[in-house]
């Protein structure tokens, strides 16, 4: 770890080392988060920008000097982790590349990990991370799995095929076999479950799919809000019945 700081710290009075003129060639910011442990929601001025919550993200091309960050957590009992004004204009006179990770243990609070100027040094770790432009939210630069976390989650892109192709099968026990077809690796939102269900007709369909994914969902502590998308009050029941249980296993 000392190693990797005093790595850092070189990396960064080289950069400061380099002509004005070199470094103001890079026009924006870049911003990074990283959580080893939960993953999260990332708002940049009040806007989300990941559908599903994730362990690591990068926002590219910010052409502002400061932004409000917010972090929601997916297995919190509060869902607001942490909110935090950054600074990504040096008084240097040149845009920042700044990555935060966020703490372990206790709160979550973001932890600075590195600041170096934009263009300059490519970010450590977060090369196989979502990514997305700012001003662009829910529309992924790329996005690989990252290596040590325990599932895999759709990109916004795939998603938005799945459900394409969810919707070309004609009914709903069609799209039941459709969906048993989904690779077991691959965990949901609730907000992604929700939009399978509203594929479905009838409420059997959609209990089905309820239950379905209940076990890989990444955020079951909001599970309950799927009771709203049933027709009849017994769906509602049964779909409650079945989280309870559920959770006393």
């Known amino acids: 770890m ?9 990396f960064f009075l080289l950069g400061i080392s380099l002509s004005k003129a070199q470094l103001r060639k890079e026009k924006s910011a870049v911003l990074s988060v990283l959580s080893e442990n939960e993953p999260f929601v990332l708002y940049v ?33 509060r869902r607001v982790a942490t909110e935090k004004v950054v600074d990504l204009y040096s008084e ?57 976390y325990d599932f895999i989650t759709y990109s916004d892109k795939d998603f938005a095929d799945f459900i394409k192709s969810l919707k070309n099968q004609s009914f709903d026990s069609d799209k039941l076999k459709f969906l048993d077809a989904m690779s077991p690796d691959i965990h949901l939102s609730v907000s ?12 059997d369909g959609k209990l089905s799919v309820a239950k379905k ?23 509602r029941n049964n779909l409650i019945d079945y989280i309870a249980k559920s959770n006393r296993r």
């Open 45 to 77: 001025d009040n806007v989300p920008y990941n559908q599903t919550p994730t362990n690591a993200i990068r926002i590219e091309e910010i052409y502002k000097r400061s932004v409000t960050i917010r972090l929601e957590m997916s297995r919190r009992g």
């Open 213 to 235: 994914c209940y076990n890989i969902c990444i955020d079951t502590q909001n599970y309950h809000k799927l009771t709203a998308i049933f027709s009849f009050s017994s769906s």
């Open 192 to 203: 992604q479950i929700e939009a399978i269900m509203k594929q479905f007709s009838f409420d």
């Open 92 to 148: 240097n006179g040149y845009f920042l590349n700044v990555s935060y990770n966020v703490s372990k243990e206790g709160t979550a609070k973001l932890i600075l990990w590195s600041l170096f100027p934009a263009g300059d040094f490519a970010h450590p770790n977060f090369d196989d991370v979502g990514a997305y432009v700012y001003g662009k939210p829910n529309q992924l630069i790329f996005s690989h799995r990252q290596p040590g």
């Open 2 to 10: 000392k190693k990797i700081f005093l790595l850092f710290t070189l």
